[in-house]
């Protein structure tokens, strides 16, 4: 009954793609549908898959150039006259940087610029820990006005980007740079704000955002064969949180395990524990960054390295509930 | 004499009314800035001209209208100033006069520094510094270069201090790049910061040539002589290929002689007694 289709193919044989591909399809749709659509980047056109609108529509692209104080605050002047504004930097820097300027000219202004963080998470790889984003869930999910949304696939990213243009709010957009499995399929549901269950289960609700989501379901059929029933719940929208449909999988399976591609603290994990703190306190084991930076290496070996993938986040579900 | 404490005017090309209207907002700010208790003084006051020549002359606005689609476009990127802004507005219609003295006081509609939809006339949320010309380039832009349209204008005021971030000099190449001659900043020259002198803080030297080396139509003009201000700011209006440059040299604290020249009224309210005297050195008839 998920009502989320997944790709048949999605443990076996994934198609693999960016998912910041997803989010430069997303916008040339948008784009097509809305004049009012414009973007700007910061020196990072095709990296951002913004070349694809600037391509259909020049007069619509601003190029600012090597600067993310401008390129957030150009936009909130753009939003006041009328335009939707996209604006696309990697994480690291938009909003790494210019968070002050995101929180006056944006969220406490009420505008509705969209800030795209681009190459987000540790599968950066290579370019080591400046690259690598992990604290952008955190802190912008602590900003009134804010949406923050990290889709799990390509295709899911092209549906948040159409979603996000027909709604203009404040919002941050998080993708990814290396290719990682479509999980979703072309029927599967996004809906800003909504959480969306992948597989029941009753012994552990494993509750993931962004590329982690593919990793849960790995995680899911590895523990399923071990005799754990896992429900994954896929968190695209971590805020505002689908607090209904997150606390329904807890209170049915009494036990939380969070997962992201990110610092544990503060991010998708800071959410639930808040929630369930609040609401139904179970014990809340949180997997992704455990306060420290990345480092440079391959996406696949940093995963590894940081126990990111479906057979760690196997492991370590299976040991908490074994200690127990 | 006629009571002026809550008067409202209209726009005029009047000179002896603008001054007018200019030493009454340094009455309003003064009168605010007691009454609250807290507060910056000095850019308000050196600022008076600035805000009457936008308000009461080049602007176009209707203040029973804030959202006119047709209005031109003022963004107070030195939110810190927001008395000068308020008085502008409640001089020119947008709320009572009255209402002034309400400024930094739980639940009023004049907030410690601006904010957006808090208060009719407030383009723009502000008071972190820097992020003004940012602001009003974005909103210049779409205007000239994608909504093609002509004959609105952007205006902006930035403090001389404010210029330290970098915020601003990303703003000051997008705006040369794109040629935004609808665009109009003003920098308040007074030459003070809140840790002292400018030129001790970090020195602003060239400022001319700064902005000249970025495209920029600049203008170097007495920014306490109002008609000075508002023949810049035609001038600006007449450059259409660069976006124009004002820089206001101005006496911070102008107006109110113990006051003047002197930084440690930035951040600085006046005391009631010494509110008093600075309202006794505004008072009528002598012309700024």
Known sequence: MSGYPIDPHALTEPTLEPIRFGFGRGLLAAGEADERVVALCADLTESTQMHLFKNRFPDRFVEVGIAEQNLVTVAAGMAHAGKIPFTSSYAAFSPGRNWEQIKTTASLNRQPVIIVGSHAGINVGFDGATHQMLEDIAIMRVMPNMRVIAPCDSLEAERATVAIAADPAPTYLRVARDKTPIISTADSPFEIGKAYVLTEGKDVSLIATGTMTYHALVAASLLDSRGISVEVVHVPTIKPLDEERVLASIRKTGRAVTVEEAQAVGGLGGAICELTAREHPVKVQRLGMQDRYGETGSPSELLEKFRLTGKYIAEDIERALASQ | ?288
């Open chain 2, 1 to 288: 004499m006629e009571d002026e404490t809550t008067k409202q005017f209209a726009p005029t090309n009047d000179d002896a009314q603008l001054r007018n209207i200019a030493r009454l907002i340094r009455q309003d700010i003064v009168k605010m800035l007691a009454t609250a208790g807290s507060g910056h003084s000095a850019g308000p006051l050196g600022m008076a001209e600035q805000l009457t020549a936008l308000f009461f002359n080049a602007m176009r606005h209707d203040p029973k209208n804030p959202d006119w689609p047709d209005r031109d476009v003022f963004f107070l990127s030195n939110g810190h100033t927001a008395p000068v802004l308020y008085a502008a507005l409640a001089r020119s219609g947008y709320f009572p006069v009255e209402e002034l003295s309400t400024l930094r006081k739980l639940g009023s509609r004049l907030q410690g520094h601006p904010e957006r939809g808090a208060l009719p006339g407030i383009e723009s949320t502000s008071g972190p510094l820097g992020s003004g010309l940012s602001q009003a380039a974005g909103y210049a832009h779409v205007l000239q270069n994608i909504d093609h349209v002509k004959n609105r204008f952007v205006y902006t005021t930035m403090g001389d201090g404010e210029i330290d971030e970098g915020n601003v000099w990303e703003a000051a190449m997008f705006a040369g790049k794109y040629r935004l001659g609808n665009l109009i900043a003003l920098i308040d020259r007074n030459n003070i910061q809140i840790d002292g002198a400018t030129e001790d803080v970090m020195p602003l030297t060239n400022l001319r040539a700064k902005w000249e080396s970025f495209d920029w139509h600049v203008l170097d003009i007495d920014g306490n002589n109002v008609r000075a201000v508002v023949d810049a700011i035609q001038l600006g209006k007449a450059a259409s290929w660069a976006p124009t440059m004002i820089l206001c040299n101005t006496v911070p604290g102008k107006g109110v002689p113990f006051m003047e020249y002197d930084h440690k009224w930035h951040g600085m309210p006046p005391s009631p007694a010494q509110a008093e005297q600075a309202l006794q050195a505004l008072k009528g008839g002598a012309p700024t």
